[in-house]
Structure formats: structure tokens, C-alpha cells
């Protein structure tokens, strides 16, 4: 199986920046999401990882170890619009066979 | 490029009632996905096809949901009997699979038992 870890919230403040922890457990990783999700909406795709080092894509970094298990996402320079759930998600399991599985996501509540 | 659809977006029904959710992907998309999301949790996969065929439907509780895919396109998920707890977000997702990783999402179906 697979298990993902996030914290549950984060708040800060308009303009500061904030990182998002995810550490997982699977077996064949084959890669690392992360998404955001707005209150009633669906979950949008922000980032993949699938090997080690820094994704950056504007505002929004993410960053994946593989032999630790561990990626973040990095938001930079927050906007009030930034106020959501950021979930993790990671694809693994076995070749052909991988399967999209989600952490309980993490409630970024920005301040002005 | 249209996006993944879903009908219907709300639906209320009794325990013990039968409901079906439909979805059509992303055209293209051999990789499509079921999620149950229940308030202030993360999504839980219930099933996930490679075209016609089922990857995984380990949480899929089997003795009332039903989900079949047609001819690898559509797909349709059913609850019967429904039960209380059953009420959450299904949210229907898909991906071009090894081609293109990403998942794209619909509005999802807000699911309500009472």
C-alpha cells in the first residue's frame, strides 16, 4: 500500500512564503503530484516530480527526495487567492499497474 | 481541448436507495479515475482503469458499488443501497497514463444520504 503524510494546516501571512511537507511510503514510485484544491471545487494539478531536485513553475516550487520519501511544495511571495487545501499525491505501485493515490491534503489559510 | 465531465453535480436520495454517476474523459485518456472525498479528507481512490480494464478497486467497497467502464471511454459508478456514510464528493478523474502522468478532474457529484 501506500501512505502519505502531510500536516493538517498551515496559515501565514500575505506576501510571505510558506512550505507544504510530504513524506511518503510506496512501493515502484513512479512519481509525485501535488494539487490544489479550492473550498467546493475540484483538486487542479500544480506540479510532478518524478526525479530528485527543484520543479519551479512561477510562484510555486516543488522539490522531491526519493531515497527519503520526502517532497514539498514551496509558495512564494502569497496571495489571499492562495487560501486552500494543497494535496500530495504519488503514483506507484507495480509497472503498467500504477495507481494515483492522495494524502488528506493540507489547509493553507493566508492572512492579510 | 474539453475537460472531464460529470452528471449529475448534486444528488439526494434515501438510505437504501440506488444512485449511478457518470463520466465522460478527457478524449484520448486511457487512465481514468474514481475518488470518494468526504469533508476535510483527501480524496480516496475507489477504482482505476487502463482503458477497459481495472488497475485497482481494493477500497472499493464491492457488496454496494458497482463501476464499469464502456468500450474504454465512459465510465458509470453505482451505490446500492446507499448508506449514510456514502455521503461525500465523487470526483472523476483521467490521464493519457504513461504518455502524460497528470490526472485532470471533474466538478464531481456531491452525493447526499439521508
Known amino acids: 500500500g501506500q501512505n502519505i503524510d502531510q500536516p493538517t494546516e498551515m496559515t501565514a501571512t500575505e506576501g510571505a512564503i510558506v512550505q507544504i511537507n510530504c513524506t511518503y511510503q510506496?512501493?515502484?514510485?513512479?512519481?509525485l503530484f501535488w494539487y490544489q484544491q479550492h473550498a467546493g471545487e475540484a483538486p487542479t494539478f500544480l506540479s510532478y516530480?518524478?526525479?530528485?531536485g527543484l520543479e519551479e513553475k512561477g510562484r510555486f516550487s516543488s522539490f522531491l527526495s526519493r531515497s527519503k520519501g520526502y517532497s514539498y511544495l514551496l509558495l512564494k511571495e502569497l496571495q489571499m487567492k492562495d487560501s486552500a487545501s494543497y494535496l500530495c499525491a504519488v503514483r506507484g505501485g507495480r509497472s503498467n499497474d500504477y495507481k494515483l493515490s492522495f494524502g488528506a491534503g493540507t489547509t493553507v489559510t493566508v492572512r492579510a | 481541448e474539453a475537460g472531464v465531465a460529470q452528471s449529475p453535480r448534486y444528488k439526494i436520495i434515501e438510505k437504501r436507495q440506488s444512485v449511478a454517476f457518470w463520466c465522460n474523459p478527457i478524449?484520448?485518456?486511457?487512465?481514468l479515475y474514481w475518488y470518494q472525498q468526504i469533508l476535510g479528507q483527501g480524496p480516496k481512490l475507489l477504482i482505476q482503469f487502463q482503458n477497459n480494464g481495472v488497475v485497482d478497486d481494493s477500497q472499493l467497497p464491492k457488496d454496494r458499488f458497482s463501476a464499469e467502464r464502456l468500450k474504454g471511454v465512459d465510465s458509470t459508478l453505482k451505490i446500492q443501497p446507499a448508506k449514510l456514510e456514502d455521503s461525500a464528493v465523487y470526483l472523476c478523474a483521467s490521464s493519457w497514463g504513461d504518455r502524460g502522468p497528470e490526472a485532470f478532474f471533474g466538478q464531481g457529484t456531491r452525493l447526499t444520504v439521508v
Open positions: 510506496t512501493s515502484g514510485f513512479n512519481g
Open positions: 478524449s484520448g485518456h486511457a487512465t
Open positions: 516530480n518524478v526525479l530528485d
